[in-house]
């Protein structure tokens, strides 16, 4: 079935970095999300990507629809304590309705010791 | 209220036990998901509704687990006969009615943590 698998697993970061991080797919997809999760929170959704190639921006967070529709990314400039938490790409579950979706299983970032 | 609303949030049962757990979407959004995340992983999907019916109930992992929304907001998520696998957090999500493609604009209440034990 479907997957789709995010890189790194998790990373550290130091205040003032630019980070990146990625999420791919064995299958095509026609919409990429990303979202950020706090302990205890639900997942917030940062950039909805629609169409191969875009690349679209939020404040610090920049991502981009890769252009094979396989992979996506995402970028953060300039770090901040607070960007720290679990990153999630996300995307609609092939034949499902448009509720279901399926994510990564994330990416933390934790600040350096 | 102004977001999601989810309670409890925690629920610890005895294995066997049956759970209804309560999602309060936003006014006005048409459209609620349920999802359940266990530790270290993404959500995963388990029910769409669109109004009253349910548009998707592909998730659900087998017949111990049902959903209701009677009158097009509220929404229970009810487990029969818990299992200590079904513990995860249980996470609600509402969007107004989307427009074709996926419901982006969907926000996540803060989920029900179960333990079953």
């Known amino acids: 079935g479907q997957q789709l698998n995010q890189s790194p697993q998790s990373m550290f970061i130091q205040e003032g970095e630019d980070v990146s991080m990625n999420c791919t797919s064995s299958?095509?997809?026609?919409?990429w999300l990303w979202y950020k999760q706090d302990p205890g929170e639900g997942p917030v959704l940062l950039i909805a990507?629609?169409?191969?190639?875009e690349l679209t921006s939020n404040g610090r967070l920049t991502a981009q629809f890769g252009i094979t529709r396989k992979d996506s990314f995402l970028n953060i400039s300039a770090s901040i304590p607070s960007d720290v938490g679990i990153y999630f790409c996300?995307?609609?579950?092939?034949?499902?309705?448009?509720?279901?979706?399926?994510f990564g299983k994330g990416t933390k970032l934790s600040v350096k010791p | 209220g102004a977001g999601v609303s989810q309670t409890p949030s925690n629920k610890v049962t005895e294995k066997g036990k049956y759970v209804e757990l309560r999602c309060d979407p936003i006014?006005?959004?048409?459209?609620l998901y349920w999802y359940r995340q266990s530790l270290g992983q993404g959500p995963e999907f388990l029910i769409y509704f669109q109004g009253t019916g349910a548009a998707d109930d592909s998730g659900l992992p087998n017949d111990r687990f049902f959903a209701v929304r009677p009158e097009g907001s509220v929404s229970t998520l009810k487990i029969q006969r818990t299992e200590r696998g079904d513990s995860a957090v249980y996470l609600c999500?509402?969007?107004?009615?989307?427009?074709?493609?996926?419901?982006?604009?969907?926000?996540f209440g803060q989920g029900t943590r179960l333990t079953v034990v």
């Open positions: 990507l629609y169409k191969a190639g």
């Open positions: 006014s006005g959004h048409t459209a």
């Open positions: 996300a995307g609609p579950n092939y034949g499902g309705s448009q509720g279901n979706l399926i």
């Open positions: 999500a509402s969007s107004l009615q989307p427009e074709g493609g996926v419901g982006t604009e969907a926000f």
């Open positions: 299958s095509i997809f026609n919409t």
